[in-house]
């Protein structure tokens, strides 16, 4: 009986896994073709090879994580856990360096090399640096990063001796998910499985009072668990039985908290600057959520799953209400220097994003770039001038 039951649970796992990978492969979009989407061109399927390679992290206290090196045609990620930015490289000493904060949008998922916000960034400085001369462009972005993870990011690399001229930092949609995820703002995304992994790792640490047997126990049935909750028919079965939908605390709390965070982080970074020296500018992304662009059949399809969902609907409910408020706010902490970014493409009819996440075409990069070149520009324009006036000043005179 027992060998009877293991096998038709043997069975039924396996069915339920077919049946899922079948599913997996299902096409998500229609059949049209999509001008732009990165995932129908002849270079994706390097690019996902590529993009594999580079799912390897690092562990990286504070920030939690940060990208293995890699070198690929359109993946390279330095020892640093950057991502390598297409750019000049002579002279060895740049006249400006730039640093770009974010998420995966910044770090540029799913972008080829040239064709990121950094890229893009990078071809338009040069111009700027004049005859001989080079500005250097970090992207420091990393996958599902939130602002304060940048801020914290930014205040490693200054401890380590790393001296920015002019920062960016390009937010929006990992932020406001964290905030729907937890119900308060200021967390990192998927914090509960941070949580999670620490509850683990003491668990199988050795307890003082053990014998090595009662260890070796204590791990195997640990072990043991996880294996059972991986199980698909386990998952399925507590899919069935999930009860009532989860409850998300109120768009209007989490508004609030969400910018009362990003005014404090922005304060920090503000700090920063006087002491060290550098220009910060940050920007609030576009987002499909409530992006006023004209939808292809593609993005109509992903804004529809966005408003059958309640945790993207809530997702949704907070864009709609944080770009203005932050707008006013960060007036008085950073004049000239915050751009909501939220509403550009409005009436555009170009493809713009590839998944519900806010991921872009490449045909989209330059565009979302217009929305805050003008402020760089102009930073790095004055920054350049006033350093060119510092050396003519500092100039031994003939007399």
Same mark, same amino acid.
């Given at each position: 009986?027992?060998?009877?039951?293991?096998?038709?649970?043997?069975?039924?796992?396996?069915? *339920?896994?077919?049946?899922?990978?079948? /599913?997996?492969?299902?096409?998500?979009?229609?059949?049209?073709?999509?001008?732009?989407?990165?995932?129908? %061109?002849?270079?994706?399927?390097?690019?996902?090879?590529?993009?594999?390679?580079?799912?390897?992290?690092?562990?990286?206290?504070?920030?939690?994580? #940060?990208? @293995?090196?890699?070198?690929?045609? $359109? *993946?390279?990620?330095?020892?640093?856990?950057?991502?390598?930015?297409?750019?000049?490289? $002579?002279?060895?000493?740049?006249?400006?360096?730039?640093?770009?904060?974010?998420?995966?949008?910044?770090?540029? $998922?799913?972008?080829?090399?040239?064709?990121?916000?950094?890229?893009?960034?990078?071809?338009?400085? =040069?111009?700027?640096?004049?005859?001989? @001369?080079?500005? &250097?462009?970090?992207?420091?972005? %990393?996958?599902?990063?939130?602002?304060?993870?940048?801020?914290?990011?930014?205040?490693?690399?200054?401890?380590?001796? *790393?001296?920015?001229?002019?920062?960016?930092?390009?937010?929006?949609?990992? &932020?406001?998910?964290?905030?729907?995820?937890?119900?308060?703002?200021?967390?990192?995304?998927? $914090?509960?499985?941070?949580?999670?992994?620490? #509850?683990?790792?003491? +668990?199988?640490?050795?307890?003082?009072?053990?014998?090595?047997?009662?260890?070796?126990?204590?791990?195997?049935?640990?072990?043991?668990?996880?294996?059972?909750? #991986?199980?698909?028919?386990?998952?399925? !079965?507590?899919?069935?039985?999930?009860?009532?939908?989860?409850?998300?605390?109120? !768009?209007?709390?989490?508004?609030?908290?969400?910018?009362?965070?990003?005014? =404090?982080? /922005?304060?920090?970074?503000?700090?920063? /600057?006087? +002491?060290?020296?550098?220009?910060?500018?940050?920007?609030?992304?576009?987002?499909?959520?409530?992006? %006023?662009?004209?939808?292809?059949?593609?993005?109509?399809?992903?804004?529809?799953?966005? %408003?059958?969902?309640?945790?993207?609907?809530?997702?949704?409910?907070?864009?709609? #209400?944080?770009?203005?408020?932050? &707008?006013?706010?960060?007036?008085?902490?950073?004049?000239?220097?915050?751009?909501? @970014?939220?509403?550009?493409?409005?009436?555009?009819?170009?493809?713009?994003?590839?998944?519900?996440?806010?991921?872009?075409?490449?045909?989209?990069?330059?565009?979302?770039?217009?929305?805050?070149?003008?402020?760089?520009?102009?930073?790095?324009?004055?920054?350049?001038?006033?350093?060119?006036?510092?050396?003519?000043?500092?100039?031994?005179?003939?007399?």
């Amino acid at each position: 009986m027992v060998g009877v039951t293991l096998l038709l649970v043997g069975l039924l796992e396996v069915a *339920i896994r077919v049946r899922r990978a079948w /599913a997996e492969r299902a096409p998500a979009g229609p059949p049209t073709y999509v001008v732009g989407d990165p995932r129908k %061109e002849s270079w994706n399927a390097e690019y996902k090879r590529e993009f594999e390679a580079a799912r390897r992290l690092n562990w990286r206290s504070y920030v939690y994580f #940060r990208r @293995a090196p890699i070198e690929g045609k $359109e *993946i390279s990620v330095d020892s640093m856990g950057y991502r390598v930015t297409p750019q000049p490289t $002579e002279p060895a000493v740049p006249v400006a360096r730039v640093r770009l904060f974010g998420g995966s949008t910044m770090w540029g $998922e799913p972008l080829r090399a040239a064709h990121t916000i950094p890229a893009e960034v990078a071809r338009r400085l =040069q111009p700027l640096a004049g005859a001989g @001369a080079r500005i &250097d462009v970090t992207n420091a972005g %990393e996958i599902g990063y939130v602002f304060t993870q940048e801020v914290l990011q930014l205040l490693l690399d200054l401890r380590a001796g *790393i001296r920015p001229d002019l920062v960016v930092f390009y937010d929006g949609i990992n &932020d406001v998910a964290a905030a729907v995820q937890r119900g308060v703002a200021g967390e990192p995304q998927n $914090e509960f499985k941070r949580d999670a992994e620490f #509850r683990l790792g003491r +668990q199988l640490e050795a307890a003082g009072s053990e014998s090595p047997l009662q260890r070796d126990v204590r791990t195997a049935g640990t072990l043991a668990r996880l294996l059972f909750a #991986r199980m698909a028919i386990v998952q399925w !079965a507590q899919a069935r039985n999930a009860g009532a939908p989860r409850v998300y605390v109120g !768009a209007d709390s989490l508004v609030a908290s969400l910018v009362r965070v990003y005014e =404090q982080n /922005a304060r920090l970074v503000e700090y920063l /600057a006087a +002491q060290y020296g550098f220009v910060p500018v940050y920007v609030w992304q576009p987002t499909l959520h409530v992006s %006023e662009k004209q939808l292809n059949p593609y993005e109509q399809q992903l804004r529809t799953a966005i %408003e059958s969902d309640s945790f993207q609907v809530r997702v949704q409910q907070v864009h709609q #209400r944080v770009p203005r408020l932050l &707008d006013s706010v960060m007036r008085n902490i950073a004049p000239g220097r915050f751009v909501d @970014a939220s509403g550009s493409f409005k009436g555009d009819t170009q493809p713009v994003f590839v998944d519900r996440t806010g991921h872009n075409t490449e045909n989209a990069i330059p565009t979302i770039v217009d929305t805050f070149w003008g402020v760089l520009s102009r930073e790095t324009a004055h920054m350049l001038l006033t350093r060119s006036a510092q050396a003519v000043r500092s100039k031994p005179s003939n007399y």
